[in-house]
């Protein structure tokens, strides 16, 4: 007796719908200022969100911004003079229209319309480090 078995490449494999291939293309390109006018309303809703609110989950409000200047302002992370960690927050710092005289401060220590500069310059340094090269070397 014999069976008639379909070979591998007779075989069609039926997907169930939820499984396929969507018919339209979900990835969309933007401009580098798209990204930065999207990272900075992203920021203005999170803003007028929590207005209100001392702490959102647990951490205060630009915590992670707070976190990350602290972090650069750390002597024990420079001490190699090659990296200068200092430079990197008078670049952020004057990228936000901030005086010379305060590059020293804390995020807590400037006012409020500094403190939205700074953060609308975090913004277009993160859309911006989003098209910076991968293949680098150092000869």
């Known amino acids: 007796m014999k069976t008639d078995i379909p070979s591998v490449s007779e075989l069609r ?4 719908d939820e ?3 969507p018919h339209y293309n979900r990835a969309n390109t933007f401009t580098l200022d798209e990204k930065i006018d999207g990272l900075n309303n992203a920021a203005k809703l999170r803003g007028a969100l929590f207005k209100h609110k001392e702490k959102v989950n647990g951490k ?11 972090e650069l ?9 090659a990296r200068q960690h200092k430079r990197m927050i008078g670049a952020l710092y004057f990228l936000a229209d901030i005086k010379k005289e305060k590059h020293h401060l804390n995020y807590d220590e400037l006012d409020d ?13 993160k859309a911006t480090c989003t098209i910076l090269p991968d293949d680098l070397a150092i000869k």
């Open 13 to 16: 494999v039926i997907k169930r």
């Open 19 to 21: 499984h396929r291939e």
């Open 60 to 70: 205060r409000i630009n915590q992670g911004l707070i976190a990350f200047i602290n």
């Open 73 to 81: 302002k750390d002597a024990t992370n420079n001490r190699e003079n």
């Open 113 to 125: 319309d500094e403190q939205r500069r700074l953060v609308e310059a975090i913004n277009q340094f």
